[in-house]
């Protein structure tokens, strides 16, 4: 079983359009993560949830919108895509907010064209 | 968070050891060292972690000077499939209020025949 999951792997869409990224962990953690990998590698946090409660936003564009329906799942929905907005993009858990051993999923891959 | 130095890239034999170092010159008492690997188009792995101890685990060993600046990851026996981007990574550990890993740029390790 994979401890955290997302879907879909791979997301190629136009400008414009509104999409969705899907993320489960399955190892009984409270905090989830999103991470984005911009095109230069450099891996930066955009949101945590711990227990379905927002803990981190950085700065994000509030086209981003995290929505945790329970602690084992956080989602990603992205309004009015851009192009800057093509790149990979991670979900990770952690057993606890204090805890740093985190989790990762094996990415979406997101191409805005 | 302190600010980490790691070389851009490293070669290894596969069979020998691999010694990633990382500096971390400004690193104050209570903020502990991770490592994470990212092996290409895979999320990131946790390796190891450490404060002031040396730790070892199935993964890596970990050693860290007694006057705690830098520090350096051992992987025994290098394999192929060891070749990855290293991350060192220096973060207080905080009880409430979130926490973030903040990657910098790592170690891009080759493991060759």
């Known amino acids: 079983d994979t401890a955290v999951s997302q879907t879909p792997k791979y997301l190629v869409t136009q400008m414009g359009n509104d999409k969705s990224i899907k993320c489960e962990q399955n190892l009984g953690h409270d905090t989830m993560y999103w991470y984005k990998q911009d095109s230069k590698k450099f891996l930066k946090i955009m949101f945590s949830y711990n227990n379905k409660e927002l803990i981190i936003n950085e700065t994000v564009p509030n086209r981003f919108s995290p929505k945790s329906p329970d602690k084992a799942h956080l989602n990603l929905h992205i309004n009015s895509l851009e192009l800057g907005d093509s790149a990979v993009y991670f979900c990770a858990s952690s057993k606890s907010q204090g805890d740093q051993k985190l989790f990762f999923g094996s990415g979406t891959q997101l191409s805005v064209l | ?113």
């Open chain 2, 1 to 113: 968070d302190a600010k980490t130095t790691q070389p851009p890239s490293m070669d290894c034999a596969e069979g020998r050891a691999a010694n990633l170092p990382c500096n971390h010159s400004t690193i104050s008492g209570n903020e502990y060292v991770y490592w994470y690997r990212q092996i290409h188009s895979q999320g990131p792995q946790y390796i190891i972690h450490g404060l002031k101890n040396n730790e070892t685990n199935e993964m890596a060993s970990l050693i860290i000077t007694e006057d705690r600046k830098s520090s350096t990851l051992i992987l025994p026996h290098a394999t192929l499939r060891d070749t990855a981007v290293y991350y060192c990574i220096v973060r207080v550990i905080l009880t409430g209020g979130g926490n973030k890993l903040t990657f910098g740029t790592g170690t891009q390790l080759k493991v060759e025949l």
